[in-house]
């Protein structure tokens, strides 16, 4: 054992404190050169400054829940979209990485159009203007991003043309790991584009971008059609839609306004065993014809005639109030399935363990998309709540008397 003045253990050989890491994603978006080899080139090494730059050099820093300091890593890599449709990896990249980094360093629609669809999904974007972009008298940033922050970057230095010349290995866009000269030359030329790319970053950590206001707008009206796919749902669950030739009034529908019957348009597993249509192929890539009366012949004969006579009534009550009035209304009528069938096993839910049951249809959420003056359509989400007795109630299956 090492011993100090005052008996205590030496300092030094105390373990140290592990800091915490946090690695980013980081998408690159950026020209291809097209059909020129030369061009092409110069756009590979544009993108491998960046990365090796940020995924080598850089030191950011933020405070963690903790208050203690957690330094920040990237996992830099590219958004290959080259022609044709943009891939569903493409999309997905441009989607969920935590940052988007655009080199403009042409007069690229491509770029253009994904930082679009950055844009729809996540604010975390960092503009690099080229400043050797040619002077065409065409605007090298749209006018929607005119109030966007961007910076500038230059065309790669000669001596790192000619270290990715006298590699041994060819640079392409999917090169992970470059080799220690090139590294190196890129240190030491891309000085600036270094302290750009940290600054830019560390502002990002310090000063979390939002979305405008507007584009806030815009996508809360995103069609709700894969709301189901895109959460986990633990109700028993559909998502409704109602298209409208129009809305006859300010306040309120008619009859006539109505383009076709309210559909089905998605609804998740537990939904689907209810009414007994599992192997129902729905969602936001299918053409629903799954109507309310549709759905109810189908568990018709499951369900007491008195209980399903009071809750068609309901419902039909409902309609009136909540689809063609634009009100609120609860639903009191639940679905309640017959627990055994004096006229035979088939009268009885093929699923047993829902025979018994009972379900109350409550309507969580509603929206509306598009202009009303024109065809739109209406979303209700709703889910069933099984089994609502007070526990005080014989029915309920943890009766605090029984």
């Not at 975390?124 to 910076?151: M, W």
């Amino acid at each position: 054992m090492t011993v100090v003045e005052g008996g205590k253990a030496d300092a030094a050989a105390e373990q140290p404190v592990e800091r915490e890491c946090l690695t980013l994603s980081v998408t690159v978006i950026t020209p291809f050169g097209g059909g020129s080899h030369a061009a092409s080139q110069r756009h590979i090494i544009n993108y491998h400054r960046v990365k090796h730059l940020i995924e080598q050099t850089l030191r950011i820093e933020r405070l963690n829940c903790h208050g203690d300091d957690c330094d920040i890593r990237y996992k830099v890599g590219i958004c290959l979209a080259r022609s044709g449709n943009i891939s569903r990896e493409a999309l997905t990249k441009l989607a969920k990485s935590n940052i988007v980094i655009a080199m403009l360093s042409d007069h690229n629609v491509n770029v253009i159009y994904e930082l679009g669809i950055r844009n729809m999904h996540r604010p975390e974007t960092l503009l690099l203007l080229n400043r050797e972009l040619p002077q065409d008298g065409s605007e090298p940033i749209p006018v929607y991003l005119k109030e966007s922050a961007f910076n500038l970057f230059s065309d790669p230095h000669d001596d790192v043309i000619a270290a990715v010349s006298a590699c041994e290995s060819k640079l392409d866009w999917k090169t992970e790991t470059l080799e220690p000269a090139l590294a190196h030359t890129i240190e030491r030329c891309d000085v600036e584009l270094k302290h750009t790319l940290e600054r830019s970053l560390q502002e990002l950590v310090d000063n979390p971008p939002r979305w405008l206001q507007s584009m806030n707008e815009i996508a809360r009206d995103r069609h709700p059609d894969g709301f189901l796919h895109g959460w986990s749902t633990y109700l028993p669950t559909s998502v409704v839609r109602i298209d409208w030739k129009r809305r006859s009034d300010d306040l309120s529908y008619r009859g006539e306004d109505m383009d076709h019957p309210p559909m089905v348009a998605d609804a998740n597993y537990l939904f689907r065993r209810i009414f007994h249509i599992e192997n129902l192929d729905m969602g936001p890539d299918v053409a629903s014809d799954i109507t309310f009366e549709r759905l109810m012949l189908r568990i018709q004969p499951f369900v007491a005639e008195h209980d399903y006579a009071d809750f068609l009534a309901e419902q039909a009550q409902l309609m009136k109030w909540i689809v063609l009035g634009n009100g609120h209304a609860v639903a009191e009528v639940p679905l309640r399935f017959k627990a055994d069938g004096l006229d035979g096993e088939d009268r009885l839910h093929p699923n047993k363990d829902i025979r018994g049951k009972i379900y109350l249809p409550c309507l969580t959420a509603k929206t509306t998309v598009g202009d009303t003056d024109h065809p739109h359509s209406t979303y209700l989400i709703i889910s069933f709540v099984e089994q609502f007795w007070p526990t005080d109630h014989p029915q309920h299956p943890k009766n605090r008397d029984s």
